[in-house]
């Protein structure tokens, strides 16, 4: 949520290195782009509202030049997505410029302060404070400063700060938002994710929390809380550019959900080993996995729907209760959590501040947490006690799809490695799971195939205003990441339903031509989907169904119906996901809308 970018080199291409990192993290958010070198001397600030478009337009007319600069694009919080707004924040001597991700939570104590100083805000931001702070507590000393601005200030944030009178440093600092730190020769970068900076080194410094650093051309000091010089590590980023790119696809959405074969294949040879074994290395070497009576696993969005999967797995393949939990409501609903707690914390981003905050409570209780997520190096990764990662790529686009298939295979490895290290199944049960995982790679290609098919259903249904997702047991969380996926991207208001539910108030909204989707997977189900299909048709509804061969019932009784294989009751699911992945992009492609970034949402949600 907000991207940062910031440049030192020695070289004038500030404004252009910017820029081009700006254009890697619009994903973050794209209410408003900006940027702040200094030239000659003094600050040069140029921001506007809308997509990053906007501001490389105003400054095609305008050369600038500079060695040292920041830039943001912004997913508003405080104040309407307008160029006042737009980051970065100047403070009233024009000496200060400020870049900020997160939310400092006390701004308005500060601000009143500050106007009583005679301070004038130029904006509705909350960030605006900490380049009026920064300016009022200045010694001289950017380290020393940043120390009493953060004494100031409380909340979330990645701050980025230049100063007039430091023609050649960059001042950082950061709390729960992430901030990474890229090294190269004569020149450095801060940034708040790896693709902004990847184009010019693979050297990456991960900020840790409470830290704050300076950055200079050719150098990086980095302080803990006590203010304390910190040897940090630096990691080398092994993935590629054209990960980040969309490789001739028309949107990185397209592209993602094509990965998924491979992905989930990279995924399978990362975790099992050549004998047939699940094998994450040294990662749970220190877990006494008897000890644990229950899971918990937390998450939000499409996150979250992956969990409700994982659910399934460990109650049938480990018998253990198992709780799912939304990440933001975990937290308030005082759940009971001890030293037999296993809570699992699924993160594409890994940067969540909500999963973030329920991860550091179950900490606090004792529990032993195990992170799932895509990026290396990320917050809640380094939070945990154990990390596995998804091995899904970079993924772009806003709406999630080959994080959530590879969430949904690790999970299932993790509760077959669980169960077998605690004697709950054999070795032939062990390979019998398997099998049903080898499978996944092809039969999810062959889903691909029906894109033309599914890009035609799409045409049928892209003027609709609402609709419904169905399904039953394991389907029923299909169909909601189904209903997510539509919602966030076609604008499209769709809700999930267990289909048996409907009859019990939502039925009274279907009417002739309502669309409604229904997922059916599960056979000791079919005749119950099909008489719930049959509800909603006599009342009109257009019935779309994702359904195997073998389930006549629901066959015969749909207008529309998508086919995918058989892979056993458990991963049937993440095949069943995929066409509706395709219909949601499909359906956002005919109404025209900008797929890859959908209006109001980012990436990488860093606010509570
Ligand atoms: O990075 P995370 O997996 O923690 O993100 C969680 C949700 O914000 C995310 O899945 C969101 O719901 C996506 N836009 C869904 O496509």
Not at 102 to 119: P, R
Request: charged share 25%; with cysteine.
């Amino acid at each position: 949520m907000c991207g940062i970018v910031g440049y030192v080199g020695n070289d004038e291409k500030a404004v252009e290195i910017i820029l081009d990192g700006l254009s890697k993290l619009e994903y973050r958010g794209y209410d408003s782009a900006g940027i702040a070198v200094v030239e000659n001397g003094e600050i040069f600030l140029e921001k506007k509202s809308g997509k990053l478009e906007n501001l490389v337009n105003s400054l095609k007319e305008k050369d600038v030049f500079s060695n040292v600069g920041i830039g943001h694009t912004r997913w508003a919080t405080h104040g309407n997505p307008t160029d006042r707004n737009a980051h970065p924040h100047c403070s009233n001597d024009g000496k200060v410029a400020v870049v900020h991700n997160g939310i400092i939570e006390n701004y308005s104590v500060l601000k009143d302060e500050l106007i009583k100083k005679g301070y004038i805000f130029n904006s509705d931001t909350d960030t605006e404070v900490v380049s009026q702070l920064f300016s009022e507590l200045y010694t001289g000393d950017l380290i020393e400063t940043m120390f009493k601005v953060k004494e100031r200030i409380r909340g979330s944030y990645a701050l980025g700060i230049i100063h007039k009178d430091y023609p050649n440093k960059i001042i950082c600092a950061r709390k729960e938002s992430p901030l990474i730190i890229g090294i190269g020769e004569n020149k450095k970068f801060i940034a708040s994710d790896v693709p902004a900076i990847l184009k010019y080194t693979r050297d990456v410094i991960f900020l840790d929390n409470g830290e704050v650093a300076l950055i200079e051309e050719d150098k990086v000091t980095v302080l803990d809380k006590n203010k304390n010089i910190v040897n940090k590590e630096i990691t080398k980023i092994e993935w590629d550019m054209d990960q980040a790119t969309k490789n001739g696809y028309p949107h990185f959405m397209l592209k993602e959900i094509e990965e998924q074969p491979q992905m989930i294949e990279k995924t399978l040879s990362a975790y099992i080993d050549v004998e047939g074994h699940i094998n994450f290395g040294k990662a749970f070497d220190n877990i006494d996995f008897n000890k644990f009576n229950e899971i918990h696993i937390i998450a939000c969005g499409t996150a979250y729907h992956a969990g409700l999967q994982g659910e399934f797995f460990f109650k049938k393949i480990n018998g253990l209760r198992t709780n799912v939990d939304i990440a933001s409501e975990f937290r308030y609903n005082d759940p009971f959590l001890d030293e037999k707690s296993l809570v699992i914390f699924l993160s594409q981003s890994g940067e969540t501040l909500d999963t973030l905050m329920a991860l550091k409570l179950a900490k606090s209780k004792g529990a032993t947490t195990i992170a799932i997520t895509n990026v290396l190096g990320s917050t809640i990764s380094r939070e945990a006690d154990v990390v596995i990662y998804t091995l899904a790529g970079v993924e772009i686009s806003v709406a999630s799809t080959k994080a959530y298939t590879t969430q949904v295979v690790t999970m299932y490895l993790i509760s077959l490695y669980l169960a077998y290290r605690n004697k709950k199944i054999t070795e032939e049960e062990l390979q019998k799971y398997l099998d049903d995982v080898y499978k996944l790679p092809e039969n999810v290609g062959n889903i691909l195939l029906q894109k033309e098919k599914i890009s035609n259903i799409a045409k049928n249904i892209y003027k609709k205003d609402r609709g419904f997702y169905l399904g039953r047991g394991i389907d029923d969380k299909t169909a909601k990441e189904g209903s997510l996926k539509m919602k966030e991207i076609s604008y499209i208001h769709t809700e999930a339903f267990p289909a048996g539910e409907l009859k019990h108030g939502p039925i009274a909204l279907i009417e002739e031509g309502t669309m409604v989707v229904v997922v059916s997977t599960q056979d000791s189900m079919v005749e119950k989907v099909a008489s719930n299909i049959k509800e909603v048709r006599a009342r009109g509804a257009y019935v779309i169904s994702v359904t195997k061969e073998t389930h006549k019932e629901v066959i015969d009784v749909s207008d529309e119906v998508i086919i995918v294989n058989n892979n056993g009751m458990l991963l049937t699911p993440v095949l069943s996901v995929v066409p509706l992945q395709l219909l949601a992009y499909y359906t956002a492609v005919h109404k025209g809308l900008d797929v890859d970034k959908p209006r109001n949402l980012a990436k990488s949600v860093t606010v509570e």
